[in-house]
């Protein structure tokens, strides 16, 4: 016989009235107090598991103040203490823990009940050190100012170089060619259809020097009209200039200055008989052309050195977030007004500190424009520095000098007060 609904309706009813007589001691069914139940048991095991979540995520967040062997620990005014064999010593910042210790610690928290507890040294650190946050890769250039000889280092995101200019400098006139600069005579400019670029002898120095320019002169062992240095000879549409040791070519821009410095007259002569004399090349230091194309000569709004060789910071260029001494973005026309005030900073470029190689070491400048000297690449890591710009020193040697820093001078006894130990943007160096 098959089982009807009603009869299946029944049973669980019959079944309901089972469990609560068991449970409660009450078979009534004036309400379900088994689903009242359930669900209060599930309601108070989520609760509890939320309370435990928060309880240990606040164990994570604000751990509970303690030594426990910690390298570096700040107390509750955030004055550092590092622990150095069995005893810990009062430090003046991060930076010089790290030093000490060769590896980039992090502060743990303590109290200065805790380090009542144990032996305390005697004061330690580098009194004065840079941000341990890093600042993003620019370009770096050394840029004239109209306040005095000294330049300003100014670290921009995009540069617009020039391979050639004439400079006009209290100490002459210099050729520019990349990286090198040569001295030539003042009447170079009209020969070449220029205009000197005035520029101070800081900002000429950061070229490499090459030779001195000028024209060949005296008399020769060759025979007329070969016979004096310095005299143009032209064979057809090509220009040949005379030296005390032969005849060379003169072409581009060489030509140029050979037909307008020479001291006589040119002559014409058979290709012939030049090219019976000896060869010889003349007027190196100029440049013929660039990329056989004429040779152009810059006249930049911004005289500054870069990496190759002359450049300014490109249209719109901006140094990061934050700048110079005010904080705030700069384009090119904000860097030029730095450059032209009165009384313009050593240095003008990003938030952060800069970590730089250069051919005399290791390098941190910091956002107020202070340079510090660090012995070893692995006492930059140590510092929490992950990477390098390659930078010529020249560009960053009028900055001042903040010092070395190093593991044995962080190990000094100091006298000067306790920083607090704050964030990573510190410009005491302190995490």
Sequence with gaps: MRTTGIQVSGFNFLLRRLELALVIGDPRMAHDPLRSQRRALVVGVL??????????????????????????????????????????????????????LQQPVEVQKTTAEQLSQVPLGQPIGIP???????????????????????????????????????????????????????????????????EAVPASDGLVQQFRRSPDIAMPAG????????????????????????DRAGVGEVKGSRRDFALASSPVPPVEAPLSDVMRQPSVDV???????????????????????????????????????GAGKNGTGADSAGISAVLAADEPTAYYGPRGTSALKTERGYVLVSDNGVRYSVGSQAELRALGFTAEQEV????????????????????QTTVAMMPSASTRESTTGTE
């Design 219 to 242: 008399k020769t062992k060759m025979p007329a009209p070969f016979d004096v240095a310095g005299r143009v000879v032209t064979a057809g549409d090509r220009v040949f200039l005379v």
């Design 392 to 411: 010529q020193f020249a560009r960053v040697a009028s900055l001042p000098d903040g010092g070395l820093l190093s593991a044995e001078k962080a190990r």
């Design 47 to 100: 609760l509890s598991l939320l309370i435990a979540g928060g309880a240990v995520m606040l164990g994570l967040l604000r751990p509970q103040p303690s030594l426990d062997g910690a390298d570096l620990v700040a107390d509750e005014t955030g004055t550092l203490h590092l622990r150095l064999e069995d005893s810990y010593h009062p430090i003046t910042n991060v930076a010089s823990a790290r030093l000490i």
């Design 283 to 321: 007027l190196a230091g100029i440049p013929e052309f660039d990329n056989e194309q004429p040779v152009v000569w810059a006249q930049p709004q911004m005289v500054c050195a870069g990496p190759q060789g002359l450049a300014e910071p490109e249209d719109g260029a901006t140094v990061g977030s």
């Design 128 to 194: 004065q050190v840079p941000a341990l946050s890093a600042a993003p890769d620019r370009e770096w250039l050394y840029c004239d100012h109209s306040a005095g000889d000294v330049g300003t280092v100014v670290a921009v995101e995009h540069i617009k170089e020039h391979r050639h200019a004439l400079l006009a400098a209290p100490s002459g006139y210099w050729l520019i060619d990349a990286t090198t600069r040569a001295r030539i005579t003042p009447d170079a400019a009209r020969a070449f259809g220029t």
